[in-house]
């Protein structure tokens, strides 16, 4: 039997290289025959970096920018001196704020753009950014800070480029210094196909688990809103707008980007329609699997592209009460790796292990059929 593993990362855990070797582990003991093919992937969020740098072969740097908070953060990129990849998960997102900290209107992206102006002044050509995992809510506007735009409000005051202050710009303007960017192509890597404002909006859907309250929502929502339909009315509609807590749009409206579906982008350059023929059983992963996951996040991502006929086999951190019947989306089979009730400290801190017992319980029904 060939095993391919395909998962993404778990969130706050473990990357989906870790997750792989893990399951890995646990289906060797239950089927010593088995053998294997690891491949980690990501879909836009935390994981991207690393499966693209590894697929396109892109060497590993490192320059300094401003983080969620305003500190200083070492960001990392990988490039080949005409192409560059980077996350903005690596620069603002979620796992970098302490919980005590976590306010996506008050929280900045400056250092996306702090980002793409050092690649351009490198001069790189092309630019891939993966936009999960964020931990914010402001449009893009931090981003767009800096690449140097400034932003002010109906008596001309200049205003800081955080959501909180979406609602109170009027104009905005961009410093003759400002990188030039009409020669770079900029690709929006995306697991999500939300677009910017309304119910399934950035604000609706994502901003709650990045600490703002319910009852927020609707005034956030509509303050975005109101920003982007007098600047960039178009962008509304745009499919996968909102991801990011709407930095889709932003990179559209201020760096002429692009968006694409992460999963399909990743699998592209892994080869995984190549590598999948050879596969008995596909077992793909993420940390929480939802209704949302349906979208178009990883783990469906491969299943809709693995071939009928091929099972897939999904193992997750868990798996929310929102989601249908298996099979769905191709998917055979989900199985929640949490074994007890505990802390969240203690089960992120499990992970690897549970992870392999679960990896290997699998294995061990298999092993009992003629599969």
Request: proline share 4%; with cysteine; hydrophobic share 40%.
């Amino acid at each position: 039997m060939h095993i391919l593993i395909a998962p993404d990362s778990f969130k706050e855990s473990l990357s989906a290289s870790e997750v792989a070797k893990a399951i890995q582990k646990g289906f060797q003991k239950a089927l010593p025959e088995a053998t294997f093919d690891r491949m980690p992937i990501g879909d836009g969020g935390e994981g991207t970096l690393v499966a693209l740098a590894e697929g396109l072969h892109l060497e590993s740097h490192s320059h300094t920018v401003t983080g969620a908070l305003g500190q200083a953060v070492q960001a990392h990129y990988a490039t080949n001196g005409h192409l560059a990849v980077f996350e903005i998960a690596d620069i603002c997102g979620l796992e970098k704020v302490p919980l005590d900290k976590r306010n996506p209107l008050t929280l900045t992206t400056k250092g996306v753009g702090e980002m793409i102006g050092h690649l351009v002044d490198l001069g790189i050509k092309e630019i891939m950014i993966g936009v999960g995992g964020s931990s914010t809510n402001d449009g893009g506007i931090g981003m767009a800070a800096g690449l140097g735009y400034r932003f002010f409000d109906e008596s001309g005051q200049e205003v800081a480029a955080v959501g909180d202050n979406l609602g109170n710009i009027v104009r905005f303007f961009r410093d003759s210094n400002s990188p030039d960017l009409s020669q770079v192509t900029l690709t929006i890597i995306t697991d999500v196909t939300n677009p910017l404002c309304g119910p399934k909006g950035a604000t609706y859907i994502f901003a709650g688990q990045k600490g703002l309250l319910k009852t927020d929502f609707a005034h956030v929502d509509k303050a975005m809103e109101q920003f982007y339909r007098q600047s960039f009315p178009e962008l509304l509609d745009l499919a996968g707008a909102g991801a990011g807590g709407g930095m889709a749009a932003g990179l559209v409206a201020f760096a002429g980007g692009k968006i694409i579906s992460g999963i399909d982008a990743v699998l592209d350059v892994l080869d995984f329609d190549r590598r999948v023929q050879a596969a008995d059983l596909v077992i793909v992963g993420e940390g929480r699997m939802d209704q949302q996951s349906l979208s178009g996040k990883a783990p469906v991502g491969v299943a809709r592209r693995t071939p009928k006929g091929t099972p897939v086999i999904a193992i997750c951190g868990s798996l929310k009460d929102d989601l249908p019947d298996f099979p769905v989306a191709n998917i055979q089979a989900a199985f929640p790796i949490i074994s007890g009730v505990d802390s969240l400290e203690k089960t992120l801190a499990k992970a690897p292990q549970n992870l392999e017992r679960t990896a290997q319980n699998i294995g061990n029904l298999l092993a009992l059929t003629d599969f």
